[in-house]
């Protein structure tokens, strides 16, 4: 079975300021790999994922994860926050060999400060 | 093209009371699912359709919690009797099979007091 472990809960910066958010996984099988963004009283976005090919993996709204198979992890960065980035960011895992059931980890509130 | 479609946005309900809710997936889309978002936490999935046969609802309180995807489109999820620790959003999300990835729709907040 997978699990999804975000270690920080809440994160906050200042505009213009890089941020990165934290993700490792576990998984006895290949994975494929998500973050999603929530805005408030909103659904979940697709930023990123990681199917195969490069471990550097170009979203949208300038973010970028790097998968990380020795470290099982697949962190979130971008260089620089704008106040419209604050959100709750959700790492989540899919098992390739059981379809996409989807493990999403607990969250991570960002929050950019002016 | 139209996203997945949810209703109602928001309901209260009193405890012991029912509740349904109603997804539209995009269209095309074989599998849906539904998850639920305790405050605080990732959403846990439920129920996975694949189009109208259910692939999996091992996290489903199948005492108190029923889902179907008639004809294969439309899904309803259902709770009776719900209880406080039910409060939460309740996320439906479609894909075209199940080897391919997931669009969400808004959710339903429910509060259960």
């Known amino acids: 079975a997978q699990s999804v472990t975000q270690l920080d809960s809440q994160v906050p910066v200042f505009e213009e300021a890089p941020v990165e958010l934290r993700c490792n996984y576990s998984?006895?099988?290949?994975?494929?790999l998500f973050w999603y963004v929530q805005y408030p009283n909103q659904g979940l976005q697709l930023l990123l994922k990681?199917?195969?090919?490069?471990?550097l993996v170009k979203g949208i709204n300038g973010f970028e994860a790097e998968f990380n198979k020795s470290q099982t992890s697949f962190h979130l960065r971008k260089p620089s926050v704008h106040i419209s980035d604050t959100a709750e960011y959700f790492c989540?895992?899919?098992?390739?060999?059981?379809?996409?059931?989807?493990?999403f980890g607990a969250g991570t509130r960002l929050f950019v400060k002016a | 093209e139209a996203g997945v479609a949810q209703s109602p946005r928001y309901k209260i309900i009193e405890k012991r009371q029912s509740v349904a809710f109603w997804c539209n997936p995009i269209?095309?889309?074989?599998?849906l699912y539904w998850y639920q978002q305790i405050l605080g936490q990732g959403p846990k999935l439920l129920i996975q359709?694949?189009?109208?046969?259910?692939?999996?609802d091992s996290q489903l309180p199948k005492d108190r919690f029923s889902a179907e995807r008639l004809k294969g489109v439309d899904s309803t999820l259902k709770i009776q009797p719900a209880k406080l620790e039910d409060s939460a959003v309740y996320l439906c999300?479609?894909?075209?099979?199940?080897?391919?990835?997931?669009?969400f729709g808004q959710g339903t907040r429910l509060t259960v007091v």
């Open positions: 999300a479609s894909s075209l099979d199940s080897n391919t990835e997931a669009f």
């Open positions: 998984s006895s099988v290949s994975v494929y």
């Open positions: 990681y199917l195969s090919g490069s471990t």
């Open positions: 989540a895992v899919s098992d390739r060999t059981g379809g996409f059931k989807t493990i």
């Open positions: 269209s095309g889309h074989a599998t």
């Open positions: 359709f694949q189009n109208n046969g259910v692939v999996d």
